[in-house]
T-cell receptor, first 116, second 114 residues
Framework: AQSVAQPEDQVNVAEGNPLTVKCTYS??????LFWYVQYPNRGLQFLLK??????LVKGSYGFEAEFNKSQTSFHLKKPSALVSDSALYFC??????????????FGSGTRLQVQP | DSGVTQTPKHLITATGQRVTLRCSPR?????VYWYQQSLDQGLQFLIQ???????AKGNILERFSAQQFPDLHSELNLSSLELGDSALYFC?????????????FGPGTRLTVL
């Protein structure tokens, strides 16, 4: 079975400071990992994904994430937060061995609040 | 704008009723996914269709069913509605069947069951 955990319900950061949104996963094989963002009253938007290759993945809007296999983590980061980054962030995983269900499992979401 | 459209935007109905939610994928996308987002369950994958055929099934109740039509639009049918079915229902689409591709989400349909 595959699962993903986002240990923080909310992250608060001041504008201009670096931000980190945490994600850990559990799969039996190797993971495919994703980050999506949801702005108020909108659907989810894709930010970035890790399939294979370089552990540091760069995505939209200046976000990046680092795949750490030993810590089973895929934390989302940005060097300098903007007020407009305030939103709900979802981490998602799919097990490379999951040839049956073949669907993403989403975390519970982390609300990012960037204060001016 | 993702290019995925969902209707209606809001739906209010009573327990025991049946409703149909509609989704039109992005032009060129063959795959459609349905998700339910609620406060207590989070974002749950329900079902996926690819080019008219069911591709993957998630936590979809037996009271719920879906289909994808030849023009690739999809409908999610929810019957014998219960208070707990109140949620935001999202449709997403992608080019191929594999869940490794970026999924484009619609704005959602907010269902309220009274």
């Amino acid at each position: 079975a595959q699962s993903v955990a986002q240990p923080e319900d909310q992250v608060n950061v001041a504008e201009g400071n670096p931000l980190t949104v945490k994600c850990t996963y559990s799969v039996s094989g190797n993971p495919y990992l994703f980050w999506y963002v949801q702005y108020p009253n909108r659907g989810l938007q894709f930010l970035l994904k890790y399939i294979t290759g370089d552990n540091l993945v760069k995505g939209s809007y200046g976000f990046e994430a680092e795949f750490n296999k030993s810590q089973t983590s895929f934390h989302l980061k940005k060097p300098s937060a903007l007020v407009s980054d305030s939103a709900l962030y979802f981490c998602a995983v799919r097990d490379i061995r999951d040839t049956g269900r073949r669907a993403l499992t989403f975390g519970s979401g982390t609300r990012l609040q960037v204060q001016p | 704008d993702s290019g995925v459209t969902q209707t209606p935007k809001h739906l209010i109905t009573a327990t025991g009723q049946r409703v149909t939610l509609r989704c039109s994928p992005r032009s060129g996308d063959l795959s459609v996914y349905w998700y339910q987002q609620s406060l207590d369950q989070g974002l749950q994958f329900l079902i996926q269709y690819y080019n008219g055929e069911e591709r993957a099934k998630g936590n979809i109740l037996e009271r719920f069913s879906a289909q994808q039509f030849p023009d690739l639009h999809s409908e999610l049918n929810l019957s014998s509605l219960e208070l707990g079915d109140s949620a935001l229902y999202f449709c997403a689409s992608s080019v191929t069947a594999g869940s490794l591709n970026e999924q484009f989400f619609g704005p959602g349909t907010r269902l309220t069951v009274l």
